[in-house]
């Protein structure tokens, strides 16, 4: 992986903003034990960290990534409303994830490929998408087509990020995602996992911090 240092913004404002994000991010975790707040702030509280992280990008000049963390935030609202709304959730958070393939395809075309490393990462990933794709087929219901496309769309996105030379966060901030969508469909999907809360939203939030700083870093371009 492209060895490049962790970089936050220095000015006052965007390091306040990244503060707010992640305390945020922290509230909304006690949600999955029990002592959260109620409905709907919790929404409100969940869906305003990354809405935050959109925030801190676009102060950094990074539009689509921006624009990528915002329709991921959208997303978390429409899974927490009661009823939860998941054909929107699923569709925000592919848009977002439409959105990270071109930036991570950008970025394999500016700066090459890891070579034999990244493709083999990504073969193992292809292979674990395809065993969750096939095991959870039966569990999926009416939302059978549109959770298999999604499940293509972050296969691509984790792909591409392995296979290019994006930041070593912005990589870890993939992995994290797939991880937290993984734990997160045997959750919603097979009504299993139910301690797995937790799990799923430090990886998440986790995973798209890690992708607002990666792909933030001052040596990308503001194409970003």
Same mark, same amino acid.
């Given at each position: 992986m492209t060895a490049t240092p962790i970089t936050i913004a220095s000015d006052r404002v965007s390091r306040l903003i990244l503060l707010a994000a992640l305390i945020l991010g922290a509230i909304y975790l006690l949600d999955d034990f029990g002592i959260g707040a109620p409905y709907p702030l919790?929404?409100?509280?969940?869906?305003?960290?990354v809405v935050l992280l959109g925030v801190y990008a676009l102060k950094q000049g990074r539009l689509w990534l921006g624009l990528g963390l915002l329709a991921g935030s959208a997303g978390d609202a429409f899974l927490a409303l009661e009823?939860?709304?998941?054909?929107?959730? $699923? /569709?925000?958070?592919?848009?977002?994830? !439409? &959105?990270?393939?071109?930036?991570?395809?950008?970025?394999?075309?500016?700066?090459?490929?890891?070579?034999?490393?990244?493709?083999?990462?990504?073969?193992?990933?292809?292979?674990?998408g395809a065993v969750m794709l096939v095991a959870l087929q039966p569990h999926f219901g009416e939302l059978r087509i549109a959770a298999s496309i999604y499940n293509g769309i $972050? /296969?691509?996105?984790?792909?591409?990020? !392995? &296979?290019?030379?994006?930041?070593n966060l912005a990589v870890i901030g993939a992995l994290l995602?797939?991880?937290?969508?993984?734990?997160?469909?045997?959750r919603m999907f097979a009504g299993m996992l139910d301690w797995a809360g937790p799990v799923v939203w430090v990886c998440y939030f986790g995973g798209q911090a890690c992708i607002a700083l990666g792909l933030s870093h001052p040596e990308d371009s503001a194409r970003n």
């Open positions: 919790n929404v409100i509280i969940k869906a305003g960290g009823p939860t709304q998941q054909a929107l959730g $699923i /569709l925000a958070f592919a848009i977002g994830h !439409l &959105i990270y393939i071109g930036l991570f395809a950008d970025q394999l075309r500016r700066k090459g490929n890891r070579g034999l490393p990244g493709y083999l990462a990504t073969g193992v990933i292809i292979v674990f $972050i /296969l691509v996105m984790v792909a591409l990020a !392995l &296979i290019g030379r994006a930041p995602f797939l991880i937290s969508d993984a734990v997160l469909a045997w």
